[in-house]
């Protein structure tokens, strides 16, 4: 079975700085996209950033220029980089793998809490 473990979040002020970090258990095959979405509450999840084929990366827009997508292949981990932490970026953070095609099967962390609050 595999497990996507997150860590890295926590209470900060507003702009500071955080970086996730989401790490396979085992070795995941045919990824085709790596991503981390979050969920504040009493909202819909929402795609942050993401990885796709080709290497290309999308971003919610309200996060564009201050948040990076990165993965290291060799550590199966994917991580976020979050610098100048807004109050609405407050959130649960989520991973996810998407693995396969016909069918895609969607692998999900566990969540992280990001809380931005002076």
């Known amino acids: 079975q595999v497990q996507l473990v997150e860590s890295g979040g926590g209470l900060v002020q507003p702009g500071r700085s955080l970086r996730l970090s989401c790490a396979a258990s085992?070795?995941?095959?045919?990824?085709?996209?790596i991503g981390w979405y979050r969920q504040a509450p009493g909202k819909e999840r929402e795609l942050v950033a993401e990885?796709?084929?080709?290497?290309?990366?999308n971003y919610l827009d309200s996060v564009k220029g201050r948040f990076a997508i990165s993965r290291d292949n060799a550590k199966n981990t994917v991580y976020l980089q979050m610098n100048s932490l807004k109050p609405e970026d407050t959130a649960v953070y989520y991973c996810?793998?998407?693995?396969?095609?016909?069918?895609?099967?969607?692998?999900w962390g566990q969540g992280t809490q990001v809380t931005v609050s002076s």
């Open positions: 996810r793998f998407a693995a396969g095609m016909r069918p895609t099967y969607h692998y």
């Open positions: 085992g070795r995941i095959f045919d990824i085709n996209a």
């Open positions: 990885i796709t084929g080709g290497s290309n990366t």
